[in-house]
């Protein structure tokens, strides 16, 4: 084993611009990450802030009334399918995705406006807001089936960025594939 070492440590040394790209490139990978993440390393998270446009394509209130009515022609016991309806009324996925873009510790990075699917598209164009959440139809009651019975797939958001390779990019996509995932478990 240390005959090989010491042949590859005198091959690296006879080829110069392979020494020479050995040494240097940490250097350059260095400087470019610390160009790129320059706010984040020095705790500016002024760097992640973000606009984002929320569009809900459905009404959460009669989807759920939906759902309730799913549930009541189940066939149900009362008491079970009165349990499921409180369940469903208070485990809103949609209600619960807003409350946690608008929680004190993300308030600092995320502002959210709710719009309408036109102008947040036109508002994406002209770069006044950093990316579009789309809530499909359909979005509760798949979110709801999955959490109560687990028998769909489960809700899925949509997103458009402005900019897909900005670390805010990243950051947002993080925190939406954990409340995908949290709440499609």
């Known amino acids: 084993m240390g005959a090989f070492l010491i042949k590859d440590i005198m091959l690296l040394l006879r080829d110069r611009s392979e020494l020479l790209v050995l040494l240097a490139m940490p250097f350059l990978l260095i400087a470019i990450l610390g160009f790129s993440l320059r706010g984040i390393f020095s705790g500016d998270l002024e760097a992640l802030e973000m606009d984002i446009a929320l569009v809900s394509e459905e009404d959460e209130a009669q989807a759920v009334e939906s759902f309730q009515g799913e549930i009541e022609e189940m066939g149900l016991p ?45 508002s994406l164009d002209e770069e006044t807001v950093d990316a579009v959440i789309t809530l499909p139809q359909g979005f509760t009651q798949n979110s709801l089936r999955n959490m109560l019975f687990g028998s769909n797939k489960g809700g899925e958001l949509e997103l458009l960025v402005a900019d897909l390779s900005s670390p805010q990019t990243d950051v947002l996509e993080s925190i939406l594939d954990e409340f995908v995932r949290t709440v499609n478990f």
Not at 87 to 97: C, D, I, N, V
Request: net charge negative; hydrophobic share 40%.
């Open 78 to 122: 009362p008491e079970q399918a009165q349990a499921l309806k409180q369940a469903a009324e208070s485990a809103s996925p949609q209600t619960m995705l807003i409350s946690l873009l608008e929680d004190e510790n993300l308030s600092e990075l995320i502002t959210v406006e709710r719009m309408g699917q036109t102008q947040a598209q036109e």
